[in-house]
């Protein structure tokens, strides 16, 4: 029988995790690098937090990261809502690199072939298994800098075409890591239900355990009976209820 409680918290393993972080604060590099805007009277350039594109393309990489975490907490109790956690995370990757996309569009150039050889030397990156032990925050951050000196050649490149390229396969990957964990999720409710169907399951088995040692064996199933009451006063009634429906007069 499984436990109530699912395993949960466990999102700072997770590769998906990993690319997360990556997009997020390669994102937040991003538009502070190449999202700015020219002073009409000095020619200075800066950036501008409170600008649309800056604003979606932020909290669009923030909500692909922080939705996978919040769908790991709520996994212990709520498998439907790690799902539908774990797609709005997807679903806010699939927008930001929508944005990429459209940047590179805008500057008349076109994304990357699968087939080129930056984006299959991209995807050829293996990402390591994070080794924690005792301190998973700090742990967690090191080893996510870590993997990301792995695309450092193509993200700390002066060329803002090249760096949305990169940031295209990389949400790419992230994206396919998602959909197989939402595959996997799923998988796992069909085999070992919900929180709510655990928690109805160890009811009943509760109750099966509550019945009194001179109870009566059901004249239907053979199974002890529990003593109950209606409307009508007390009565006997099987300990399989609702599969079985056998009564005996108390």
Request: with cysteine; charged share 30%.
């Amino acid at each position: 029988m499984p436990e109530l409680f699912d395993k949960h918290g466990g999102f700072r393993r997770l590769h998906s995790f990993t690319l997360a972080t990556i997009v997020q604060l390669d994102t937040l590099r991003f538009c502070r690098r190449f999202l700015t805007f020219d002073h009409r009277a000095t020619g200075e350039k800066f950036y501008d937090p409170k600008g649309r594109q800056y604003d979606q393309m932020t909290q669009a990489a923030r909500s692909g990261r922080q939705n996978i975490i919040e769908g790991s907490e709520r996994s212990s109790t709520s498998k439907d809502t790690e799902m539908k956690l774990t797609d709005v995370a997807r679903a806010s990757l699939s927008e930001l690199r929508g944005d990429y996309e459209i940047f590179i569009l805008d500057r008349g150039q076109l994304p990357w072939s699968v087939h080129s050889h930056e984006a299959k030397a991209i995807n050829a990156i293996s990402l390591d298994d994070p080794p924690f032990k005792d301190d998973m925050v700090h742990e967690s951050a090191k080893h996510a800098l870590e993997q990301r000196k792995k695309y450092a050649r193509w993200l700390d490149d002066d060329d803002a075409v090249v760096v949305a390229n990169a940031m295209l396969i990389i949400i790419g990957r992230a994206l396919n890591m998602l959909k197989s964990q939402i595959t996997a999720q799923g998988k796992a409710f069909e085999e070992t239900g919900g929180f709510r169907e655990r928690l109805m399951t160890k009811r009943i088995e509760a109750r099966g355990e509550q019945t009194s040692a001179d109870a009566p064996d059901c004249p239907d199933c053979g199974k002890p009976m529990r003593r109950r009451k209606s409307a009508k006063g007390t009565f006997w009634g099987c300990s399989a209820f609702p599969a079985c429906k056998g009564t005996r007069p108390a």
